[in-house]
């Protein structure tokens, strides 16, 4: 611990992060960085993992946003950042905050304008990378067995209400021929 005194919130990267927080627990409230990713970055900078957020410097802060805003300059393998060689730059970048999902929507929307396959999955909500679908996947679209509803009345049980019930001039009679073809089908059940 150093002589700073506590803060209850720290700034980082356009997050509000508790204090009392853990420095490698707190860095993983920051969209874009992971568990390992907050390691690698307290490793780099020298700094103890169980340190509390709140007591950090705002040296290390600001060395903290320096090093995951970009962290090519920090000596990160390419492999660590999550945005390889972008489709628009070719640059390796790491993605942050509210960069993620906006940059998802535009290479979905991309795929989907050049009428790709992916875009093809995308678009009517199917799997997208290659999974058998056969028995998984069945939400939203019409597969499988739909419920029709309220099953209708067999004939047997609507036999004998017709049978009690009076005819009205609004109501149709049942022709005596109709009643014949049904009465066989009840004796063979």
């Not at 980082?12 to 920051?30: E, S, Y």
């Not at 970009?70 to 640059?91: C, H, S």
């Amino acid at each position: 611990m150093s002589t700073q005194e506590f803060r209850h919130i720290v700034r980082i990267v356009g997050n509000d992060i508790p204090g009392a927080k853990k420095a490698i627990v707190g860095l993983t409230q920051i969209k874009g960085i992971g568990y390992s990713f907050a390691t690698a970055i307290l490793d780099t900078l020298k700094i103890n993992t169980n340190t509390n957020i709140g007591f950090l410097s705002e040296s290390d802060v600001q060395s903290i946003e320096k090093l995951i805003t970009n962290p090519v300059a920090g000596n990160f393998p390419v492999w660590f950042l999550n945005r390889r060689k972008d489709i628009e730059t070719g640059v390796n970048k790491h993605l942050l905050t509210s960069d993620i999902p906006f940059t998802l929507r535009n290479d979905i929307e991309r795929e989907r304008i050049t009428n790709s396959w992916r875009g093809y999955r995308h678009m009517y909500g199917l799997k997208v990378r290659g999974q058998c679908t056969r028995t998984t996947g069945r939400k939203g679209g019409a597969v499988g067995v739909a419920k029709a509803g309220k099953a209708a009345p067999s004939q047997a049980a609507a036999a004998p209400a017709a049978a009690t019930a009076t005819p009205t001039a609004a109501a149709p009679t049942a022709k005596p021929a109709e009643v014949k073809k049904s009465a066989p089908t009840e004796k063979k059940k």
